[in-house]
């Protein structure tokens, strides 16, 4: 665990840099959110969401309470309905739009487009929908400042940050493939815990 201050001081004593007289600190701020929106992407059993949502009859969108970057394609959305979990698989805007009469029923397909979730068929009753995804994180700023990435894999933001940090600021790219390197193994780490994880059923695979 780290705070981002503290991700901060140990980033730029790696560059060898500790006052921040090449590179200032503010540059050194902005390149580890840089890392964490990159890594944010990728799904671990820690930036991994399930919402829990009931829908409106006759609305075909679906909100979430949770802000995501994005929703599993297969697996993201499920209704729970008379015990029994309904799949609903996500499909294109052109699709939808051929197959939308505003017929009523257990919703089967989902489209995310205009910034938002809608949902095939129009739901008839109340449902219960389970949404499974991955987590928005926005930027880190104070030096106290701490979210799951900093929690579960600060090495992970730190490596990728020195990659960035020496091949775009130092110019050396011997460091920069080192820590480049050093990156990589620590998301396949990660991964591999979360694969672990997997047998739940509660969290999204992905293939190295």
Not at 168 to 180: G, I
Request: no cysteine; charged share 25%; aromatic share 14%.
């Amino acid at each position: 665990m780290a705070t981002f201050g503290e991700l901060q001081t140990q980033v730029s004593s790696r560059l060898k840099d500790p006052n921040n007289t090449s590179v200032s600190a503010s540059i050194v701020a902005d390149v580890l959110n840089e890392a964490l929106q990159y890594w944010s992407k990728k799904p671990y059993w820690f930036n991994e969401f399930k919402d829990v949502v009931t829908l409106t009859e006759d609305d075909p969108v679906l909100t979430l309470t949770t802000d995501a970057q994005y929703v599993f394609d297969t697996g993201g959305i499920t209704i729970d309905y008379a015990n029994t979990r309904w799949p609903v698989k996500k499909i294109t805007s052109d699709e939808y739009d051929r197959l939308n009469v505003q017929g009523r029923g257990i919703p089967y397909a989902w489209v995310y487009r205009n910034g938002g979730y809608e949902l095939y068929l129009y739901p008839d009753a109340a449902y219960t929908v389970l949404v499974r995804g991955i987590k928005n994180y926005t930027d880190l700023s104070g030096d106290s400042d701490t979210n799951d990435f900093t929690i579960n894999a600060p090495d992970l933001l730190r490596y990728e940050a020195l990659a960035r940090l020496y091949g775009e600021f130092r110019q050396d790219p011997k460091m920069e493939a080192y820590y480049a390197a050093r990156a990589t193994n620590e998301h396949t780490n990660l991964r591999q815990a979360t694969n672990r994880l997997n047998g739940s059923g509660e969290f999204q695979v992905e293939g190295f």
